[in-house]
C-alpha cells in the first residue's frame, strides 16, 4: 500500500514538474523580447536593459527555470507587467506581486467550484441511479435527450440562453456576475451544472446498471430485501469507485468549463483572471493562473485515485504499474 | 446514398443537420444583404426594417455578420484534428513498432500533454504565440495529437505481438511498410470513432476560444465572437446572437444525434470521449 501511494506521489510529483517546465517554456520562447513586449515597440534601449534586468532575462535559460522554480515554491510568482503600475510616470517599473493579484480570485472560483461541485455530485447521483433504476423507461428517455442536449451544447451557448430566459424574458436574474454574491451565483452555477450534468449522469447510469446485472444484487432482490435497502446497502457502495472516476474525468472539463463560465459571466475568478492576462500578454500572470489551474487538475485526479484505492478492495491486490 | 438507407432515423437527422449548418457556413457570405464590417447605426439596435436581426455592438449589420461568421472557425478545428491527429497516429505506430525507450519516452510525453486541460494549454499556446489562425491550428494539434498518439498505441499493441507482423519483419520489410501496411489496418476502427468524437470537440474548443477573445481576432467575424462581443447587451438585444447560437447549437446536437445513431449500430458502443 505504501508503494503503491509512494509511486502515486511520484507521478504526481513529476507531472507538475513536467507541467511547469511546459509553462515556463511556453512563456519564454516566444518570438520576441519580453521587455520590449511591456514598454512597447519605442522603448528606449536604456529602460529594455532596466527591465530584462529586473526581469532576469540576462541569465541563461536553465538557471531563469530554476530561480523561477525556486521562488514559485515560495508563492512569488513575480511581478505584474499590466497592473498596478503607477501610470505613465514610472513606465517600465513592474506592477503589484502577482501572489497579492491571485489570491482574491482564487478566493472566487473556489466558491464558485465548490457549490458547483457539491451541486453537480448530489444532482449527478440522484438522477443516475434514478434513471438507471427505470432505464429504458420514459422518463429514463427523455431525461437521456434533455441529458444529449446539454453535452452538445458549448458553455457559453447554454449560458447566453440562460441570460436571455432569466434577464430579458423573465427578468429576475442578474446578467453579469461582477461581485460575488448569493444571486449573482445562480445563473454561473446553473450553467456550469448544466453543461456537465449531461456527462456525468451517463456515465452513472451505465455504472449502475453494470451493478444492476451482477449476482449478488440479483440474489439480494431474490431474498427479498426491500429494494431502498438494496439501493443503499448493495448498489450506491459499488457504484461510487465508478462514479469518482467519472469525477476524476470531468476534472478536466470543468476546468475549461470555468474559465469560460467566469469569462461570460464577469465572474472575478481565476478563469477570467486567466483570460485577460492571455490577452494583456502579462506572462507572470499567465504563468501562475496556468500552473494553478493544470495543478488543480493534476493534484484532483490523484485525491480521487487514492479514494478509488481505499474504497475499492479489489483494487488493493493488483499491481498497478 | 446507399449506405443512409441503412441508418437509423435519428443519424439522418442528426446528418441534415450538420450538412445545413455546413452549407450556411461555407456559402453564407455570399448572401450577406450588408458588409460585415460596415458601421451602420447605434450598437445594440433592436430589428427594424431591412435589419431582422438588429445591430451589434459596434452598429453592424448582426445578419450579416452571422453569414460570414462560420468559415474560419471551421476551418481551423478540421486542420487542427487533421494536423494532430496524423501525426498522432503516426507516432503512435511509430513508438508501437520501435518499443523499449522510444516508446516510454513518447508515452510519458504524451501523458504530460494529457495532464493539461485542454482549454488551458491552447490557451497558454496562444499566449506564448498570439492569436492567429496557424497558431490557432498548432494549439490544437498540440491537445489532439497525443490522445490520438495514446489511443493508436493501445490499438495496435496486439498487432505488434502478432504473427503476421512477425513474418513480415522475417521477410525483411521495411520499418514503414510494417508500420502503415501491416499495424495500421487494425488500429483504424477505434480511430475513425475517435475521429468522431474528437472533431466536434475539437469545433467546442475553437468556438471557445474565439468566445474567449483568443481565437479569430476582431474585426473579422466568428459565431464565438459574436457571442462574445453581444454579451454584455443580451437583455437588450438577444436578437443579436440568435443565429449563431443556434447554428452552434444545431451542428453540435447534429454531431451528437448523428454519432449516437451510429454508434447504436455497434455491437461494442465506443465510450464517449470527454476530455
Same mark, same amino acid.
Given at each position: 500500500?505504501?508503494?503503491?501511494?509512494?509511486?502515486?506521489?511520484?507521478?504526481?510529483?513529476?507531472?507538475?514538474?513536467?507541467?511547469?517546465?511546459?509553462?515556463?517554456?511556453?512563456?519564454?520562447?516566444?518570438?520576441?523580447?519580453?521587455?520590449?513586449?511591456?514598454?512597447?515597440?519605442?522603448?528606449?534601449?536604456?529602460?529594455?536593459?532596466?527591465?530584462?534586468?529586473?526581469?532576469?532575462?540576462?541569465?541563461?535559460?536553465?538557471?531563469?527555470?530554476?530561480?523561477?522554480?525556486?521562488?514559485?515554491?515560495?508563492?512569488?510568482?513575480?511581478?505584474?507587467?499590466?497592473?498596478?503600475?503607477?501610470?505613465?510616470?514610472?513606465?517600465?517599473?513592474?506592477?503589484?506581486?502577482?501572489?497579492?493579484?491571485?489570491?482574491?480570485?482564487?478566493?472566487?472560483?473556489?466558491?464558485?467550484?465548490?457549490?458547483?461541485?457539491?451541486?453537480?455530485?448530489?444532482?449527478?447521483?440522484?438522477?443516475?441511479?434514478?434513471?438507471?433504476?427505470?432505464?429504458?423507461?420514459?422518463?429514463?428517455?427523455?431525461?437521456?435527450?434533455?441529458?444529449?442536449?446539454?453535452?452538445?451544447?458549448?458553455?457559453?451557448?447554454?449560458?447566453?440562453?440562460?441570460?436571455?430566459?432569466?434577464?430579458?424574458?423573465?427578468?429576475?436574474?442578474?446578467?453579469?456576475?461582477?461581485?460575488?454574491?448569493?444571486?449573482?451565483?445562480?445563473?454561473?452555477?446553473?450553467?456550469?451544472?448544466?453543461?456537465?450534468?449531461?456527462?456525468?449522469?451517463?456515465?452513472?447510469?451505465?455504472?449502475?446498471?453494470?451493478?444492476?446485472?451482477?449476482?449478488?444484487?440479483?440474489?439480494?432482490?431474490?431474498?427479498?430485501?426491500?429494494?431502498?435497502?438494496?439501493?443503499?446497502?448493495?448498489?450506491?457502495?459499488?457504484?461510487?469507485?465508478?462514479?469518482?472516476?467519472?469525477?476524476?474525468?470531468?476534472?478536466?472539463?470543468?476546468?475549461?468549463?470555468?474559465?469560460?463560465?467566469?469569462?461570460?459571466?464577469?465572474?472575478?475568478?481565476?478563469?477570467?483572471?486567466?483570460?485577460?492576462?492571455?490577452?494583456?500578454?502579462?506572462?507572470?500572470?499567465?504563468?501562475?493562473?496556468?500552473?494553478?489551474?493544470?495543478?488543480?487538475?493534476?493534484?484532483?485526479?490523484?485525491?480521487?485515485?487514492?479514494?478509488?484505492?481505499?474504497?475499492?478492495?479489489?483494487?488493493?491486490?493488483?499491481?498497478?504499474? | 446514398?446507399?449506405?443512409?438507407?441503412?441508418?437509423?432515423?435519428?443519424?439522418?437527422?442528426?446528418?441534415?443537420?450538420?450538412?445545413?449548418?455546413?452549407?450556411?457556413?461555407?456559402?453564407?457570405?455570399?448572401?450577406?444583404?450588408?458588409?460585415?464590417?460596415?458601421?451602420?447605426?447605434?450598437?445594440?439596435?433592436?430589428?427594424?426594417?431591412?435589419?431582422?436581426?438588429?445591430?451589434?455592438?459596434?452598429?453592424?449589420?448582426?445578419?450579416?455578420?452571422?453569414?460570414?461568421?462560420?468559415?474560419?472557425?471551421?476551418?481551423?478545428?478540421?486542420?487542427?484534428?487533421?494536423?494532430?491527429?496524423?501525426?498522432?497516429?503516426?507516432?503512435?505506430?511509430?513508438?508501437?513498432?520501435?518499443?523499449?525507450?522510444?516508446?516510454?519516452?513518447?508515452?510519458?510525453?504524451?501523458?504530460?500533454?494529457?495532464?493539461?486541460? *485542454?482549454?488551458?494549454? #491552447?490557451? +497558454?499556446?496562444?499566449?506564448? @504565440?498570439?492569436?492567429?489562425?496557424? $497558431? !490557432?491550428? =498548432? %494549439?490544437?494539434?498540440?491537445?489532439?495529437?497525443?490522445?490520438?498518439?495514446?489511443?493508436?498505441?493501445?490499438?495496435?499493441?496486439?498487432?505488434?505481438?502478432?504473427?503476421?507482423?512477425?513474418?513480415?519483419?522475417?521477410?525483411?520489410?521495411?520499418?514503414?511498410?510494417?508500420?502503415?501496411?501491416?499495424?495500421?489496418?487494425?488500429?483504424?476502427?477505434?480511430?475513425?470513432?475517435?475521429?468522431?468524437?474528437?472533431?466536434?470537440?475539437?469545433?467546442?474548443?475553437?468556438?471557445?476560444?474565439?468566445?474567449?477573445?483568443?481565437?479569430?481576432?476582431?474585426?473579422?467575424?466568428?459565431?464565438?465572437?459574436?457571442? *462574445?462581443?453581444?454579451? #454584455?447587451? +443580451?437583455?437588450?438585444?438577444? @436578437?443579436?446572437?440568435?443565429?449563431? $447560437? !443556434?447554428? =452552434? %447549437?444545431?451542428?453540435?446536437?447534429?454531431?451528437?444525434?448523428?454519432?449516437?445513431?451510429?454508434?447504436?449500430?455497434?455491437?461494442?458502443?465506443?465510450?464517449?470521449?470527454?476530455?
Amino acid at each position: 500500500m505504501i508503494n503503491y501511494l509512494l509511486r502515486r506521489i511520484g507521478l504526481v510529483a513529476a507531472s507538475i514538474g513536467a507541467l511547469t517546465a511546459l509553462v515556463f517554456l511556453a512563456t519564454n520562447l516566444l518570438p520576441g523580447n519580453p521587455a520590449i513586449a511591456i514598454l512597447g515597440k519605442d522603448a528606449k534601449p536604456e529602460k529594455v536593459l532596466i527591465i530584462q534586468e529586473a526581469l532576469g532575462l540576462n541569465e541563461p535559460i536553465l538557471t531563469r527555470y530554476v530561480n523561477w522554480i525556486g521562488n514559485a515554491l515560495q508563492l512569488d510568482f513575480g511581478r505584474s507587467v499590466t497592473q498596478g503600475l503607477d501610470g505613465f510616470s514610472n513606465v517600465g517599473t513592474l506592477g503589484t506581486p502577482v501572489s497579492e493579484l491571485i489570491i482574491s480570485p482564487l478566493k472566487n472560483s473556489a466558491i464558485l467550484a465548490s457549490v458547483s461541485l457539491a451541486l453537480l455530485i448530489i444532482l449527478t447521483l440522484l438522477i443516475g441511479t434514478y434513471t438507471a433504476l427505470r432505464a429504458g423507461s420514459k422518463v429514463d428517455k427523455s431525461i437521456q435527450v434533455v441529458g444529449l442536449l446539454f453535452i452538445a451544447l458549448p458553455e457559453f451557448v447554454l449560458g447566453a440562453i440562460l441570460i436571455v430566459i432569466f434577464c430579458f424574458v423573465i427578468p429576475i436574474l442578474p446578467a453579469v456576475s461582477f461581485t460575488v454574491t448569493p444571486i449573482n451565483l445562480v445563473l454561473p452555477v446553473t450553467t456550469l451544472l448544466l453543461s456537465m450534468i449531461g456527462v456525468t449522469m451517463r456515465l452513472v447510469r451505465v455504472g449502475v446498471i453494470e451493478v444492476l446485472k451482477t449476482n449478488f444484487v440479483i440474489t439480494a432482490r431474490l431474498r427479498g430485501i426491500p429494494e431502498r435497502r438494496i439501493i443503499r446497502k448493495y448498489l450506491l457502495p459499488s457504484a461510487l469507485a465508478p462514479t469518482l472516476q467519472i469525477f476524476a474525468i470531468a476534472a478536466g472539463l470543468f476546468v475549461g468549463g470555468m474559465v469560460v463560465v467566469e469569462y461570460l459571466f464577469g465572474y472575478p475568478g481565476i478563469g477570467s483572471g486567466f483570460v485577460s492576462a492571455v490577452a494583456g500578454r502579462d506572462y507572470p500572470l499567465v504563468q501562475a493562473y496556468a500552473i494553478i489551474l493544470g495543478g488543480t487538475y493534476v493534484i484532483a485526479n490523484f485525491i480521487v485515485d487514492i479514494i478509488i484505492y481505499f474504497t475499492n478492495p479489489k483494487l488493493r491486490s493488483l499491481r498497478l504499474s | 446514398m446507399n449506405f443512409l438507407s441503412k441508418t437509423s432515423i435519428s443519424t439522418r437527422v442528426g446528418i441534415t443537420m450538420v450538412l445545413f449548418i455546413l452549407s450556411v457556413s461555407i456559402f453564407g457570405s455570399f448572401f450577406a444583404p450588408y458588409d460585415p464590417d460596415e458601421f451602420i447605426g447605434e450598437a445594440f439596435a433592436v430589428p427594424y426594417e431591412g435589419f431582422p436581426f438588429g445591430l451589434d455592438s459596434y452598429g453592424r449589420d448582426s445578419l450579416s455578420r452571422f453569414l460570414v461568421g462560420g468559415r474560419y472557425a471551421l476551418m481551423i478545428s478540421i486542420l487542427g484534428y487533421l494536423f494532430g491527429a496524423m501525426m498522432g497516429l503516426f507516432l503512435g505506430l511509430f513508438s508501437v513498432y520501435s518499443r523499449g525507450k522510444i516508446d516510454s519516452t513518447l508515452t510519458w510525453f504524451s501523458e504530460v500533454l494529457i495532464g493539461f486541460p *485542454s482549454l488551458v494549454l #491552447m490557451l +497558454l499556446l496562444v499566449a506564448a @504565440l498570439g492569436p492567429s489562425f496557424w $497558431v !490557432l491550428v =498548432l %494549439a490544437l494539434s498540440t491537445v489532439n495529437l497525443p490522445r490520438v498518439f495514446r489511443l493508436v498505441r493501445s490499438a495496435a499493441q496486439v498487432a505488434r505481438e502478432s504473427s503476421y507482423v512477425e513474418v513480415a519483419e522475417s521477410r525483411g520489410e521495411g520499418k514503414l511498410f510494417i508500420m502503415f501496411r501491416e499495424i495500421r489496418p487494425s488500429v483504424m476502427p477505434p480511430f475513425l470513432v475517435d475521429a468522431g468524437v474528437r472533431i466536434p470537440a475539437s469545433i467546442l474548443l475553437v468556438a471557445s476560444l474565439s468566445f474567449l477573445g483568443l481565437g479569430i481576432q476582431p474585426p473579422a467575424s466568428d459565431w464565438g465572437l459574436i457571442i *462574445s462581443e453581444n454579451r #454584455m447587451a +443580451l437583455t437588450i438585444n438577444p @436578437l443579436s446572437i440568435a443565429l449563431p $447560437v !443556434l447554428s =452552434l %447549437a444545431i451542428l453540435m446536437i447534429g454531431i451528437n444525434l448523428a454519432l449516437d445513431g451510429l454508434q447504436e449500430k455497434r455491437k461494442d458502443p465506443i465510450k464517449l470521449g470527454i476530455e
